[in-house]
């Protein structure tokens, strides 16, 4: 009896083994961030155009003492990821002709670009966007010279999509 149990367990953990490895080497080879990224719209590959419409955070204008009301407005960004870079158009804003550097963070886009200005009373040292893929949401800080990093814009953006013609 004891025998015909041992040998039980010894195929049930065979058969077990079998089909975990199975598993393994039927399913795909991409690892869970590639899945993120490819799954995304626009994936890693060439140019992303996008259209955003963004207005001042509040407490980012009052932070740097900004008196001027400013409307939201449509603006054009783009995402290089051959050249793992972009860019967005704006008055506080990484152009297009300095555009920043891209990193990846998942399911987050984040374009930097080292800065050294002075621009509201405060010495501006460094600027940078994030746009999350899955919700749209924007957000460009600035970096202060005196270490802060106040979040000065906000907003939604979608990918542009091109037609076939």
Avoid at 51 to 56: D, K, N, R, S, V
Avoid at 64 to 87: V, Y
């Amino acid at each position: 009896m004891l025998k015909n149990i041992a040998i039980g367990i010894a195929i049930g953990i065979l058969v077990m083994g079998g089909v975990w490895g199975l598993v393994h080497v039927m399913g795909s080879s991409t690892s869970p961030e590639q899945a993120i990224d490819s799954s995304m719209p626009g994936g890693n590959k060439g140019v992303m155009d996008l259209i955003c419409e963004l207005e001042l955070d509040l407490d980012g204008q009052l932070t740097l003492g900004i008196k001027e009301n400013e409307p939201s407005r449509i603006t054009m960004a783009q995402i290089d990821f051959e050249k793992k870079s972009g860019w967005y158009q704006g008055k506080i804003a990484i152009s297009e002709s300095r555009a920043g550097t891209l990193t990846l963070m998942g399911t987050r886009l984040k374009i930097y670009r080292p800065a050294m200005f002075q621009r509201f009373g405060v010495m501006i040292s460094g600027e940078e966007f994030v746009v999350d893929r899955k919700t749209g949401r924007f957000v460009q800080s600035l970096s202060l010279n005196d270490g802060r990093t106040v979040k000065l814009i906000k907003g939604t953006c979608a990918q542009v999509i091109k037609p076939p013609f």
